[in-house]
């Protein structure tokens, strides 16, 4: 769990953070998410708060649901805080640890095949 928070992930954020051979750096304000370029492919937006697909929404009700009885505090706050101290909240829910590690790595897992966004300004010709 701790790797994929901190950046063991094939997520924007992660690996549009150097450039390469075949683009320019690309800064964070550009690192779209590859579903619904609404906001940073980091790990709040994966995790908490993209819409767009319905598998991702279905994986994050479920993880909510099992939330509920397992941890009734931490759930509660879900919605009510910012995104970001919700999953510092759930990271550090004794009670959850396992059910968010597994929640984690569904969800990362989504994002390994679908081709990454990244504007094509940043190509290099």
Not at 19 to 42: A, I, M, N, T, W
Not at 96 to 110: D, R, S
């Amino acid at each position: 769990m701790t790797s994929r928070l901190l950046g063991g992930h094939n997520l924007s954020t992660e690996q549009l953070r150097y450039p390469s051979r075949y683009r320019h750096l690309v800064p964070r304000e550009f690192k779209l998410c590859r579903f619904c370029q609404q906001g940073v492919e980091d790990e709040v937006h994966t995790l908490f708060d993209c819409t767009h697909q319905a598998h991702i929404i279905e994986l994050r009700s479920r993880l909510l649901d099992s939330l509920a009885p397992c941890d009734p505090v931490v759930w509660g706050s879900y919605g009510v805080v910012p995104s970001y101290d919700f999953l510092l909240k759930v990271a550090a829910s004794r009670k959850a640890v396992q059910l968010f590690a597994k929640y984690i790595f569904i969800i990362l897992g989504a994002f390994q095949e679908p081709p990454r966004f990244f504007p094509v300004v940043f190509r290099r010709v």
